[in-house]
């Protein structure tokens, strides 16, 4: 049986404006609505690994290879009562999208967790704002972190997430009654954003151009703005103790940013981003969520 089965994407009042405009003025240009229910699962074994596999690597982007995924997918199937999956099509079919949380102090040992512990702490040490991050994740720490791990594919819409922090609270909650270890201190969620950068595509045309420009800009490094794959992350990061970007290992080559250029000019930059939120203003953190999309 399905944990909800509540929302619909067929919502034809959240149509963009002029979209709908176009719709309803000119019959030349109807468009065909698809009705499609979202259903939250709990995780299953026998049929979401290829499915979650899939979602962490678009999670770690380029540097996915360096993380034994299929460990940690295991690790999240271990734990069925804790964490979603959306699904469309019933339980039997891969999930689009997921969230969970690990332990990390109660799987420290496993090699998948470890490596992936090892990661972050190598990567926080690109960005000043993660540092203190080194004292938390250490061995020697006292704190007890849940890493909190979501992905979805990048059409499914941003309404599906509420649910699933919201009942991840409430699984937490009934797992500390039941003497299991999730009475966590911290949560660090692991996200992604992207930076703009300019096309290479588009560098060869508008070279003298760019040369006029470097030397109006001179001494103005301005600080690149930040885009997020996840919106709910801006809400979140309100509560945080500290967050922030990091750049992938992997060295992105000079075609990657406009692999993912896609009706735009600018190609786009993908980077890793943390959020660490003290276990006392997580719930907060995730009513904060929900109103922003309740009213969005």
Do not use: C
């Not at 060295?251 to 993908?270: T, V």
């Amino acid at each position: 049986m399905p944990k909800r089965k509540d929302l619909e994407e067929s919502n034809p009042d959240e149509r963009h404006p002029d979209e709908s405009s176009s719709a309803e003025s000119s019959s030349e240009d109807d468009t065909d609505m698809l009705d499609v229910e979202f259903e939250w699962f709990d995780p299953q074994p026998e049929h979401d690994f290829h499915g979650l596999k899939t979602l962490l690597r678009q999670l770690f982007d380029v540097d996915s290879q360096l993380l034994d995924l299929s460990a940690l997918v295991e690790l999240i199937l271990a734990q069925p009562l804790l964490g979603s999956t959306v699904k469309v099509d019933g339980n039997e079919t891969d999930p689009y999208a997921f969230l969970t949380v690990v332990n990390v102090q109660e799987h420290k040992d496993k090699p998948s967790v470890g490596n992936l512990v090892k990661y972050l702490l190598q990567r926080s040490e690109t960005n000043t704002e993660l540092s203190p991050l080194e004292d938390l994740l250490t061995s020697r720490s006292t704190a007890r972190v849940g890493l909190v791990l979501t992905e979805r594919l990048i059409n499914i819409p941003s309404e599906v997430v509420p649910p699933m922090y919201k009942m991840l609270l409430e699984e937490i909650s009934w797992a500390v009654e039941e003497k299991e270890p999730y009475n966590f201190t911290h949560y660090l969620i692991l996200s992604k954003t992207y930076q703009e950068v300019e096309s290479h595509l588009d560098q060869e045309s508008s070279k003298s151009h760019r040369k006029k420009k470097q030397r109006v800009l001179a001494g103005d490094q301005a600080k690149p703005a930040v885009f997020y794959f996840h919106p709910e992350d801006e809400v979140l990061q309100r509560y945080a103790s500290l967050y922030g970007g990091f750049d992938y290992k992997n060295q992105q080559g000079e075609g990657h940013p406009d692999s993912k250029r896609a009706f735009q000019e600018l190609g786009i930059r993908p980077q890793g981003h943390i959020i660490l939120i003290e276990a006392g203003n997580f719930e907060p953190a995730v009513k904060a969520v929900e109103q922003y999309f309740a009213h969005g």
